[in-house]
């Protein structure tokens, strides 16, 4: 066992974890923070998208020792309290979801995106795409959701 | 379910060396995207992991006067974005930007993935195709002796790498069919042209990344995809499986080759407009 600290959602989280602890597992059981979804475990689906310390990752495919110090962001901590974020609504108005197990980290990974290039294009927004999986909607209103929600996310 | 491990993070390269002799069946973990997919099949199983996530000498990406030089430890998305990349290798910048998905090239490190030497990886085509150089913590190793095989390099034992250093050339493009579904090279051509001396290494198509000969003397004779035209690839040692077999891997080096040489031979139009 090992003493691990990281910033989960503007917390300070400190935990006894056992070495080989997944940092999913760690949110998802030890936090208890479950809108970070496993569809695959093995790096393909991309639903377990966080970020840590800026940057998107699979957190299936890393340790929570890996994010000793990190600052680390999930979907729990994307609304304002009970106002959804732009990104959120844009999913919403565009049908951007069927099912809903894929969001979390499709939003994730286009919150990502849009901190680096603000203004993608339609290409641009299905290249990031690469690494995240939807069995339900056809890929077309995620991209439609994105690029609404980077729109709004530029008029603020 | 992983095994169970003890977890280290050295914070100098000194005591990360000491570490890994020191314990029973040790690790270097550098990004992960590989390796804890490879122990959560129970397919790696170490005592013991040394994570070199602290480890400063084994970050950063710097330039002189002969080549540049990029850290172990740097992310495909850091050499993706990296503008000395980019102003001098922008076919490196490219392959590192195009390497799996976004998540997975914000962690994974170009140390890794050669270490790792998978044979469908991006990054071995790029050190053979661009005649770089490994320099590790006991000496230093040209790309032609570091990739030996399928999965094996010529890494011993408490060996890591530390960094590697791409030698300048005048014009370089790497072309890759990838698979659609797991992001891996089917096929990868690099080519780059140093005066006389043209290099042309494939990864996807055998055990492990290869130069061709035939491809590279035809075009040190005239640098056009047109001169490939009449060479012969043979298949019978490429690879076969679900995805492709060797016959159309052979077909894909001559036209991903191809590719390669009119982008590559198009950079060197716009560094000499006077010829
Ligand atoms: S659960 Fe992490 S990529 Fe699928
Ligand atoms: S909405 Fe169901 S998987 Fe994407």
């Known amino acids: ?156 | 379910m992983l095994s169970e491990f003890n977890y280290h993070r050295p914070e100098s390269l000194d005591d990360a060396i000491e570490l890994i002799n020191t314990t029973v069946d040790g690790l270097f973990l550098a990004g992960g995207q590989t390796i804890l997919p490879l122990m959560k099949h129970n397919l790696a199983t170490p005592t013991d992991i040394i994570d070199l996530a602290s480890i400063e000498e084994l970050k950063g990406i710097s330039v002189n006067d002969e080549s540049i030089t990029i850290g172990a430890m740097t992310s495909h998305t850091t050499v993706a974005k990296s503008q000395i990349v980019r102003d001098n290798f922008l076919s490196l910048a490219e392959l590192a930007g195009a390497i799996g998905d976004p998540h997975i090239r914000n962690k994974g490190t170009i140390g890794g993935s050669i270490a790792y030497n998978d044979p469908a990886a991006d990054y071995p085509a790029a050190l053979l195709g661009l005649g770089a150089t490994v320099f590790t913590n006991k000496r230093e190793i040209s790309a032609d002796d570091f990739f030996v095989d399928i999965f094996e390099t010529a890494l011993e034992e408490g060996e890591l790498i530390i960094r590697i250093d791409f030698p300048f050339v005048d014009c370089t493009a790497y072309e890759k069919f990838a698979n659609p579904a797991s992001l891996f090279a089917l096929v990868g051509v690099m080519v780059s042209r140093n005066d006389s001396i043209v290099r042309v290494a494939v990864t996807g198509a055998g055990p492990s990344v290869f130069r061709i000969n035939q491809i590279e003397k035809a075009l040190e004779a005239s640098f056009t995809a047109a001169s490939l035209d009449e060479v012969p690839i043979k298949h019978a040692d490429l690879n076969t499986d679900l995805h492709a077999s060797a016959e159309y891997r052979a077909h894909l080096i001559k036209v991903l080759a191809a590719r390669a040489v009119r982008k590559a031979a198009n950079q060197l139009d716009q560094k000499a407009p006077h010829l």
């Not at chain 1, 989280?13 to 496993?38: A, C, M, S, Y």
């Not at chain 1, 998107?56 to 020792?65: F, G, N, Q, Y």
């Not at chain 1, 106002?83 to 894929?102: D, K």
């Open chain 1, 1 to 156: 066992m090992t003493t691990v600290s990281m910033t989960v959602n503007g917390k300070v989280v400190t935990h006894e974890v056992k070495n080989h602890t997944l940092l999913i597992d760690f949110i998802r059981e030890t936090l208890d923070l479950t809108g970070t979804h496993v569809g695959c475990d093995t790096s393909q689906c991309g639903t377990c998208t966080i970020h840590v310390n800026n940057m998107s990752v699979k957190a299936c495919t890393m340790l929570a020792l890996q994010a000793e110090g990190a600052e680390i962001l999930t979907i729990e901590g994307v609304a304002n309290a009970n106002v959804l974020h732009p990104m959120q609504q844009a999913f919403a108005q565009n049908h951007g979801l069927q099912c809903g197990f894929c969001t979390p980290g499709m939003i994730m990974t286009a919150l990502a995106l849009i901190k680096d290039n603000p203004n993608p294009t339609e290409e641009e927004v299905r290249l990031e795409l690469d690494g995240n999986l939807c069995r339900c909607t056809g890929y077309q209103n995620i991209v439609t959701a994105i690029l609404e929600g980077a729109r709004a996310m530029r008029a603020q």
